[in-house]
């Protein structure tokens, strides 16, 4: 039986005799003393944001789910068999660095196995200066991987915020199920406020710039670009949602935070893309559909987006891959999850890499990767140190007395991670060198061959280009040279370890900077 940690913005699961032993526990945090006077001090779910993330990682299956009859079916968890510790970090949005470190020091100590996280910050901060990279690095010491929202600032570049590399950051994508509203309107009457008007509905008519998303409103509402919303001229009648089946799903969302890492270039972010568009889930009877004033409608299951949705599908998937892996690190976890992942279209979606990382998550594959790129404490200490860390700042993330010198100072390039990222600053051909070390989980006896697929003006070499496995864990080195001639848009590739079962895919990224 897992057991799962999870952060939220606002978190309670509602018990009953039927999920009395799914929710075992539930604490709220105030560590830095301020009175809230807005919301009551407790872990009750005052906004149903929570709940949702919650139901999304470990529900168990209910029939007949929908929300008022949208997306009908039966809702289900990705790891409906776990358990689920909840810990409050935020009150009314505001979510206080002492209460984030607070509730992972209790989560850690509680023994969670994975750690779901749909918190983040508004912009990157470098890793000393971000609670949720501090905290993350504590639980990635003790064994327990953080899995990370992106971020909802896209599309703009560079904007994602979670981002550090001991954590899994997760971008959202589309599912082939959306809804449309077809209306028809003609008495040309526009009412300033429909709620205090006694409308029944709403017809809303302007660019909001995200096509790709469906919005939930206190009354029935459909939304018109601008120039479909002046063209309507005819009777008006109640309109009515659909659901089509969306043929270029999975596509990164436009809300979701764009790479490039603005902290560390040559780690690309974001690491993985998993369903946060349109997502049907358990909601808090606490609160209302939209929660907005006037809105009095309480419902078990609401539909909302945010890489806040896709984060808990991504921790679904690692808990998955835990069950049958209860010894993995988080980096060997992390690695099935991004090296088996689904390769996505550039074609769809123009910032590539930067919008979807290794692509869309495959939990069934996770669970047997091949190989993994394995990395622990020292690891990311020795890249700390590469980054400029000194005594003083190394302390903030590790807590402990760690310390940098020749031989605990790594370059970002020797980082052992799943994907490849070289930058420049100036247009031109730039080259560089990684190191890395796969650990055999497959089978004992084994043969990789290396596969590269690289577009002109990206040249890859790998030595060796065949790795032999007589042992389950045993690790073999190889060293890729990326040679790259950069200019205004980026080059992208990647190196596949093939072994006739197994693909063992890795992102290799170079661009300007």
């Known amino acids: 039986m897992f057991f799962l940690i999870h952060f939220s913005i606002l978190k309670y699961y509602f018990l009953t005799i039927h999920n009395i032993s799914k929710l075992i526990g539930a604490k709220y945090y105030n560590a830095d003393g301020k009175e809230v006077r807005t919301e009551e001090l407790s872990a009750r779910d005052s906004g149903g944001h929570g709940t949702h993330t919650a139901s999304t990682v470990a529900g168990r299956a209910v029939k007949n789910a929908s929300l008022f009859g949208l997306a009908n079916g039966t809702a289900r968890g990705g790891v409906p068999s776990a358990r689920i510790a909840m810990y409050k970090i935020c009150f009314k949005g505001i979510c206080s660095d002492a209460n984030i470190l607070a509730a992972f020091d209790d989560a850690i100590a509680d023994g969670v196995d994975i750690i779901s996280l749909s918190v983040g910050h508004?912009?990157?901060?470098?890793?000393?200066?971000?609670?949720?990279?501090?905290?993350?690095?504590?639980?990635?010491?003790?064994?327990?991987?953080?899995?990370?929202?992106?971020?909802?600032?896209?599309?703009?570049?560079?904007?994602?915020?979670?981002?550090?590399?001991?954590?899994?950051?997760?971008?959202?994508?589309?599912?082939?199920?959306?809804?449309?509203?077809?209306?028809?309107?003609?008495?040309?009457?526009?009412?300033?406020?429909?709620?205090?008007?006694?409308?029944?509905?709403?017809?809303?008519?302007?660019?909001?710039?995200?096509?790709?998303?469906?919005?939930?409103?206190?009354?029935?509402?459909?939304?018109?670009?601008?120039?479909?919303?002046?063209?309507?001229?005819?009777?008006?009648?109640?309109?009515?949602?659909?659901?089509?089946?969306?043929?270029?799903?999975?596509?990164?969302?436009?809300?979701?935070?764009?790479?490039?890492?603005?902290?560390?270039?040559?780690?690309?972010?974001?690491?993985?893309?998993?369903?946060?568009?349109?997502?049907?889930?358990?909601?808090?009877?606490?609160?209302?559909?939209?929660?907005?004033?006037?809105?009095?409608?309480?419902?078990?299951?609401?539909?909302?987006?945010?890489?806040?949705?896709?984060?808990?599908?991504?921790?679904?998937?690692?808990?998955?891959?835990?069950?049958?892996?209860?010894?993995?690190?988080?980096?060997?976890?992390?690695?099935?999850?991004?090296?088996?992942?689904?390769?996505?279209?550039?074609a769809k979606n123009s910032d590539a890499e930067f919008a979807y990382g290794s692509g869309q998550i495959d939990p069934s594959k996770a669970a047997d990767p091949g190989l993994v790129y394995d990395a622990g404490e020292q690891d990311f200490v020795s890249f700390l140190c590469g980054q400029g860390y000194n005594a003083t700042t190394l302390k903030i993330v590790t807590g402990d007395a760690s310390t940098c010198s020749a031989d605990t100072n790594t370059t970002v390039w020797n980082l052992n991670y799943p994907s490849f990222a070289l930058s420049s600053q100036q247009p031109g051909s730039i080259s560089q060198t990684f190191n890395r070390t796969v650990t055999n989980v497959g089978a004992a006896d084994s043969s990789y061959q290396a596969n590269v697929f690289a577009p002109s003006g990206l040249v890859v070499k790998v030595n060796p280009s065949s790795l032999a496995f007589k042992a389950v864990g045993e690790k073999q080195s190889f060293v890729v040279k990326v040679n790259a001639t950069i200019g205004t848009k980026a080059l992208s590739g990647s190196l596949v370890w093939s072994d006739g079962v197994h693909n063992v895919t890795s992102p290799i990224v170079a661009f300007l900077s």
């Open 122 to 346: 508004l912009s990157p901060l470098d890793y000393f200066e971000d609670s949720i990279a501090i905290g993350a690095f504590h639980s990635m010491k003790n064994g327990i991987l953080t899995s990370n929202a992106a971020g909802n600032s896209g599309p703009s570049p560079g904007s994602i915020s979670n981002l550090s590399p001991w954590s899994l950051s997760v971008a959202a994508s589309t599912i082939d199920r959306k809804f449309l509203t077809q209306v028809v309107f003609g008495n040309n009457m526009t009412y300033e406020n429909a709620l205090q008007s006694g409308a029944s509905g709403v017809v809303v008519a302007g660019d909001s710039g995200y096509e790709d998303v469906a919005f939930s409103f206190p009354l029935p509402t459909t939304y018109l670009s601008s120039k479909d919303g002046h063209a309507v001229d005819t009777k008006c009648k109640h309109p009515k949602s659909r659901e089509p089946v969306d043929e270029a799903a999975p596509v990164v969302a436009s809300f979701s935070s764009r790479g490039p890492n603005q902290i560390t270039l040559d780690i690309l972010k974001p690491d993985i893309t998993a369903p946060g568009v349109e997502i049907l889930a358990a909601w808090s009877m606490g609160t209302t559909v939209t929660g907005e004033l006037g809105d009095t409608r309480v419902v078990p299951f609401n539909i909302i987006s945010g890489t806040s949705m896709a984060c808990p599908h991504a921790t679904g998937a690692a808990a998955y891959v835990k069950s049958f892996h209860p010894t993995w690190s988080p980096s060997a976890i992390k690695s099935a999850l991004m090296t088996t992942a689904t390769p996505m279209s550039p």
